[in-house]
């Protein structure tokens, strides 16, 4: 009976040692106990996770991984979160993407097991370009697109500004704004929610020019359009061709894809596979056009083809297209080279910002500028070629309006405006713009201005010895502050109304 015994409190004892070894953690002499295929599977795998044992963790998820299909998610994101645990983050970036590819769920970035690893390049590089992140830029760039739109509504609606031009300065708003809503999207980190931005203005890149260069010869020359201009539109329809069969086309899975393919490879989200190529080709037609657009702007100056008001608005459209040029070739290099932030970066954005906030600006203030004014220096007037104003007329009301700044000086009154003169002249605000540019060759202002600044010099003449004070003669002729009296006085006569009264104390 003793060995009987002792045989079976051996058995008890090792079959207590067994049961508490598997319960501390390690399962014993598995190759004995356990089938290799048990050793292989996913949920020892799992469990080798769940205690925390990633490196034994990861052989099985890996060789789990060939073949899977259902559990392939499942798989993925176990490795990600066991590379990061063992602080490999290229490893669980690589992982990471790939479960994106299969099962876009952005709020995984936000998982406790990524920690160690959430402060590297390599995992910033995928969250920052998915996870949602509105900042001040993204909502400035934004602000400008929405007042951009709100801009081309104004200039469509309003009936003063000429039907072909207002069309083409709408649409040449309407693909900055395009454009800048883009990059707002972007900065905001919203492009894998909304996909269908992914690349949404790329088809205009080559429109900004031949807007700008038909507009300029609209305004200044009323320039009809032939058959032959269509031309133009070539190079945009070519692209928007492209663009429409290898990505507009896409759908909204097919584009988060595609975008994220992009990240696993190092390349930015965001931009083209046909980056290089886009932004040369775009650079040189910025370039191209530019020269167009400089000839235009350059005759239109030397025949003074627009009056003053208009001359100003397309030398300020002019010199805003000129920057945008040079900063997109700035931008244009740092994209290239990988570069999404920086002063460059954002100069080329606030270049086309500024474009469509002096648009805005204009459309606000003087909508008439958008149409192109001629300046009527020419004997034909061909403003006024449909008016009913006769010779006799125009000659009659032209000396009442002699009379009226000769004798009742009414360009004293600093409220004095068109309509004011026309209603003392008992004639339409139209037959009065009229006769100020047949007969003094310059606008409204400009002739308020000139008598102004001639009784002004008349006055400081007349009390050069006592001592004037110049604000008083602002006032005394029509001006509401010193400021500005001081600057047309000086445009008038290259001084100032101060050194204008020393000039005259020293004769």
């Known amino acids: 009976m003793r060995p009987r015994v002792f045989l079976i409190i051996l058995f008890f004892l090792l079959f207590k040692w067994s049961y508490s070894t598997i319960r501390s953690g390690a399962p014993v002499y598995e190759e004995e106990i356990i089938s290799k295929s ?19 963790a990861i052989p099985l998820y890996e060789k789990n991984l060939e073949g899977a299909v259902q559990e392939k998610p499942h798989i993925l994101k176990k490795l990600a979160l066991s590379e990061a645990a063992l602080e490999h983050p ?24 990524f920690d160690p690893v ?10 920052e370009a998915i996870v949602p992140d509105i900042d001040i830029w993204s909502i400035i760039y934004f602000v400008v697109a929405m007042i951009g739109f709100y801009v081309i509504v104004l200039i469509l609606l309003n009936k003063k500004i000429n039907g072909i031009a207002g069309v083409l300065i709408a649409s040449f708003v309407f693909i900055h704004s395009l454009f800048i809503l883009n990059i707002s999207v972007n900065e905001a980190h919203y492009l894998f929610e909304f996909p269908h931005t992914y690349l949404m203005s790329t088809w205009a890149s080559f429109l900004y020019g031949p807007l700008l260069y038909f507009y300029f010869k609209r305004i200044a020359f009323r320039y009809q359009f032939k058959p032959v201009d269509l031309l133009h539109l070539l190079p945009t329809l070519i692209l928007l061709a492209f663009m429409g069969i290898t990505v507009y086309s896409m759908s909204a899975d097919e584009k988060v894809a595609l975008m994220l393919t992009r990240l696993k490879n190092g390349l930015s989200a965001q931009d083209s596979n046909k980056l290089l190529l886009i932004v040369v080709l775009k650079i040189i037609s910025l ?11 350059l005759k239109s100056k030397a025949k003074n083809a627009l009056d003053p008001a208009g ?14 040029i040079f900063t997109y070739s700035a931008y244009g290099i740092l994209i290239i080279n990988g570069f999404n932030s920086g002063l460059l970066y954002n100069l080329s954005i606030a270049a086309m910002a500024l ?8 459309a606000n203030i003087q909508p008439q500028v958008f149409g192109g004014r001629y300046t009527y220096l020419n004997r034909m007037f061909p403003k006024y070629e449909k008016s009913g104003l006769t010779p006799s007329l125009s000659l009659e009301l032209k000396e009442n309006l002699i009379r009226l700044f000769d004798k009742e000086k009414i360009y004293r009154e600093n409220d004095i405006n068109l309509e004011m003169v026309a209603r003392k002249l008992n004639t339409t605000r139209h037959n009065a713009s009229q006769v100020i540019n047949e007969h003094f060759k310059v606008s409204f202002h400009a002739l308020i201005n000139t008598y102004r ?17 110049i604000i008083d003669v602002a006032y005394e002729v029509g001006y509401n502050n010193k400021v500005t ?8 006569t290259q001084l100032t109304p101060s050194e204008f009264q020393r000039s005259v104390s020293n004769h």
């Open 287 to 297: 370039v191209v056009y530019g020269y167009f657009i400089r000839k235009v702007y």
């Open 485 to 492: 009296f001081n600057k047309a006085f000086k445009k008038k």
């Open 453 to 469: 600044i001639d009784e002004a010099k008349k006055i400081l003449k007349e009390h050069n010895d006592h001592g004037l004070n």
């Open 311 to 324: 001359q100003t608005w397309q030398k300020n459209i002019y010199y805003i297209h000129f920057l945008y």
């Open 90 to 113: 290229e490893k669980a970036r690589a992982h990471l993407n790939d479960y994106l590819l299969l099962e876009f769920d952005p709020t995984f970035l936000s998982h406790e097991g």
């Open 355 to 362: 474009m469509v906030l002096y648009v805005g600006y204009s």
């Open 118 to 127: 959430r402060s590297s390049q390599e995992f910033k590089t995928i969250s």
């Open 38 to 56: 048990m050793q292989d599977s996913l949920d020892w795998a799992d469990y080798y996770y769940n205690i925390h044992q990633y490196n034994r």
